[in-house]
């Protein structure tokens, strides 16, 4: 979580760090000339439980304690980049939103791990072929598209995003929850790499 800083006077961006002393920094903005100081937050370190799919790891967060966090939110820490899908405060008690000083825990997805979707194929008579598979985040994948996987070609019928089924259009993998679709005829766009599990030196214990 970065700093950004906006003129109180004109609401310009263009904003320079004249001096620092401690958490006390003067400023000027380059758009009006205005010149200010302000406080910044006391940063303050927030143990961080980051998912890697089915293996999760400890670690720590340094985020400015008057700020506020909330799920959704990435953050960065030493060797990863995290996006928060729970906030935990005293008594076990699970927010959306909180300040960060009130924070006990955060949990959090790895943004550098492969995202790992279902794919559900639709056979005759009933029987459903099921996978986990991994693709890059920035992947798409839209509806009516062929695909490959485990020798199975099929098209895509619907897309199970983490807010919706799409039954036309494309999606994200890293939204992404579950593909489905029904066997056919046809040369495949692409072929799907299945899911073996966890793969990776597990971090240093901090």
């Known amino acids: 979580m970065e700093e950004y800083f906006v003129c109180p006077e004109c609401g310009s961006e263009e904003v320079e760090v004249i001096s620092e002393r401690g958490r006390e920094v003067k400023l000027r903005c380059s758009e009006c000339g205005h010149v200010w100081q302000i406080t910044?937050?006391?940063?303050?370190?927030?143990?961080i439980i980051v998912s890697k799919h089915?293996?999760?790891?400890?670690?720590?967060?340094?985020?400015?304690?008057?700020?506020?966090?909330?799920?959704?939110?990435?953050?960065?820490i030493?060797?990863?980049?995290?996006?928060?899908?729970?906030?935990?405060?005293?008594?076990?008690?699970?927010?959306?939103?909180?300040?960060?000083?009130?924070?006990?825990?955060?949990?959090?997805?790895?943004?550098?791990?492969?995202?790992?979707i279902g794919v559900s194929i639709y056979l005759p008579k009933g029987i459903t072929q099921s996978f986990k598979v991994k693709v890059d985040r920035e992947e798409e994948f839209a509806v009516g598209e062929v695909l490959e996987v485990g020798g199975?070609?099929?098209?895509?019928?619907?897309?199970?995003?983490?807010?919706?089924?799409?039954?036309?259009?494309?999606?994200?993998?890293?939204?992404?929850?579950?593909?489905?679709?029904?066997?056919?005829?046809?040369?495949?766009?692409?072929?799907?790499?299945?899911?073996?599990?966890?793969?990776g030196e597990q971090p240093p214990q901090t």
């Open 78 to 116: 030493e060797d990863d980049e995290v996006r928060i899908t729970g906030i935990e405060l005293d008594e076990n008690k699970r927010v959306e939103k909180a300040l960060i000083k009130e924070v006990k825990t955060l949990w959090g997805e790895s943004l550098s791990y492969p995202k790992i």
């Open 40 to 47: 910044l937050s006391k940063f303050i370190k927030i143990p």
């Open 152 to 199: 199975y070609t099929f098209k895509i019928d619907k897309i199970k995003t983490e807010n919706k089924m799409l039954i036309h259009g494309k999606a994200k993998a890293d939204k992404i929850v579950r593909i489905m679709g029904r066997p056919v005829m046809a040369r495949a766009s692409k072929s799907l790499e299945i899911y073996k599990g966890y793969e």
């Open 54 to 76: 089915e293996r999760s790891f400890k670690r720590f967060a340094e985020l400015p304690g008057d700020e506020e966090i909330k799920v959704g939110d990435i953050v960065e």
